[in-house]
Antibody
């Protein structure tokens, strides 16, 4: 059974940093691209970043480019999102998702999300 | 403002067939496949349709997807009360080099 468990969210002041983790199980992690998607309170889904199975290729939304870094440790079956220079508008629930069809495909499994609140 | 355009709301009565549209451009829907997600309140999104018209195992055949040019549609037939929730379309965008989502459609079962 595929399981994705996010952690690392919390309350952080503007300008601060946070690292999200997503522990994956139930599938061969290295074989699949992974994605982070966020959802601000009461708003729609926003794609944040994606990474290939090998970790060699990463993609970012313009809204987070230069501030967020996606990475993965295939030996630990874990996906990460390093978030620096956090802004109030980054407040959202962050979901990690397993992709099919590569980074340009679709997400077939999603975690339950971790909440990030950026506020002074 | 989302790159993919969905109607903010849709509605239908039980048993009816409803469609939700998703409009994009040549750089996203026009050149890449579309996926659809259902999100029940307080839960994570769930994959409903992938590769324009394919249903994952476990998704009822009441749900179907189609794509034509730069637009896509999700159809739900035999509408049920449990279908009342939010639906999102998504596609890869070659110009943005990232995935784009529609703004979401809230479906109401009257």
């Amino acid at each position: 059974e595929v399981q994705l468990l996010e952690s690392g969210g919390g309350l952080i002041q503007p300008g601060g940093s946070l690292r999200l983790s997503c522990a994956a199980s139930g599938f061969t992690f290295i074989n699949f691209a992974m994605t982070w998607v966020r959802q601000a309170p009461g708003k729609g889904l926003e794609w944040v970043s994606g990474i290939s199975g090998s970790g060699r290729t990463a993609y970012y939304a313009d809204s987070v480019k230069g501030r967020f870094t996606i990475s993965r440790d295939n030996s630990k079956n874990t996906l990460y999102l390093q978030m620096n220079g956090l802004r109030v508008e980054d407040t959202a629930k962050y979901y990690c998702a397993k992709d099919q069809g590569g980074s340009s495909g679709w997400s077939d499994y999603w975690g339950q999300g971790t909440l990030v609140t950026v506020s002074s | 403002q989302s790159v993919l355009t969905q109607p903010p709301s849709a509605s239908g009565t039980p048993g009816q067939r409803v469609t939700i549209s998703c409009s994009g451009s040549s750089s996203n829907i026009g050149s890449n496949s579309v996926s659809w997600y259902q999100q029940l309140p307080g839960t994570a999104p769930k994959l409903l349709i992938y590769s324009n018209n394919q249903r994952p195992s476990g998704v009822p055949d009441r749900f179907s997807g189609s794509k034509s040019g730069t637009s896509a549609s999700l159809a739900i037939s035999g509408l049920q009360s449990e279908d009342e929730t939010d639906y999102y379309c998504a596609a890869w965008d070659d110009s943005l080099n990232g995935r784009v989502f529609g703004g979401g459609t809230k479906l109401t079962v009257l």
